[in-house]
């Protein structure tokens, strides 16, 4: 008989519809206190996961270790997945421009925008997939910029043993505190590292905590300080929403249901919904009960502790952590 791969995830958000419950999202949770101690955590935390794009932070302070000369704009989407708007294309073309290659050296897959705007404008104009619009352009070329300024070959900079990738797992291990227990291939080609959630927060907060002027503090303070460049515009976009709105939070989605968050004081929270959280209801509220739970102020985004449940195009119920 088939066995669920991961029996121990616990309930953590309820959909209630017209007063009754009609589903649960289940995964793992684990908050960090500011001292690094863990002050909150339900579910496997201890059990390897992939952080898919909320591993980005720690790709980007991979390539500063590398010489790469990111900062602002560039260094903020470099670690972000963006939603393939104009200026992110636009920022995209300048770092490969500045490092002397054309646009024809990313090997992310090409796509189309994610934000529903610059989706339409681009089927309204007829333009194909390209893969300066895929969310992880940014981070391809920053990949690409350090493999210039580190004399490394452009050509393979995806595959496991280019020394870009080795020192990004080295990099992940580093910040983790712990082995990568698997490594896969990402959405967009390039390896994966697997860690557990405990891991995934505790980079997070590593990076946090270093000292000022470090590749580490350079990664989150250029996250906070050009969230758009992380995510993109508009409601949807929850990483833009919630650091603009909590300034100095560091906000970074991954795929499948991933979610991390760490505060200007340093609580850090990691968020894994086992479903995937295909339409982002979950792990946004999950992650910002935890904060709460840690004593971290989040009144400023208490909207996001729901999400609406709607029939006949009102709202009828809601979804709600557990």
Not at 146 to 152: E, Q, T
Not at 170 to 189: R, S, Y
Not at 256 to 270: I, K, M, N, R, Y
């Amino acid at each position: 008989m088939p066995q669920n791969p991961s029996p121990e995830y616990v309930p953590l958000a309820e959909a209630v519809r017209s007063g009754m419950r009609e589903s649960v999202h289940y995964g793992a949770v684990i908050g960090l206190a500011a001292d690094g101690r863990i002050g909150y955590a339900r579910g496997p935390v201890h059990r390897p996961m992939f952080p898919r794009s909320s591993a980005k932070p720690f790709q980007a302070v991979a390539m500063l270790r590398a010489g790469a000369d990111l900062e602002g704009e560039a260094l903020a989407i470099a670690a972000g997945s963006h939603g393939g708007e104009a200026f992110h294309a636009a920022e995209v073309g300048r770092m490969l421009a500045k490092a002397g290659l054309a646009p024809d050296a990313l090997q992310c897959p090409p796509d189309i925008p994610g934000t529903k705007a610059a989706q339409a404008d681009h089927i309204r104009g007829g333009r194909e997939p390209e893969p300066v619009l895929m969310n992880c352009s940014g981070k391809h070329a920053g990949f690409l910029t350090a493999c210039v300024r580190s004399g490394w070959s452009t050509h393979d900079y995806r595959e496991n043993g280019h020394p870009l990738q080795v020192l990004v797992r080295e990099t992940i291990e580093d910040l983790c505190g712990e082995p990568v227990a698997h490594t896969a291939v990402d959405g967009c080609g390039a390896p994966q590292s697997a860690v557990t959630l405990a891991g995934l927060a505790r980079g997070l907060w590593s990076m946090r905590t270093a000292p000022d002027g470090s590749p580490e503090r350079a990664v989150l303070e250029a996250m906070s300080a050009h969230p758009e460049y992380v995510s993109g515009t508009g409601h949807e976009r929850v990483d833009t929403d919630l650091m603009q709105r909590m300034p100095g939070l560091v906000s970074k989605v991954g795929a499948d249901g991933v979610l991390v968050l760490s505060t200007p004081a340093g609580e850090t929270v990691a968020v894994k919904i086992s479903d995937g959280d295909a339409q982002l209801r979950a792990r946004t509220l999950v992650g910002l009960d935890a904060l709460r739970a840690l004593g971290a102020d989040v009144s400023a985004v208490a909207d996001r502790l729901r999400v609406d449940v709607e029939g006949g195009g009102e709202p009828v119920g809601e979804v709600r952590p557990l």
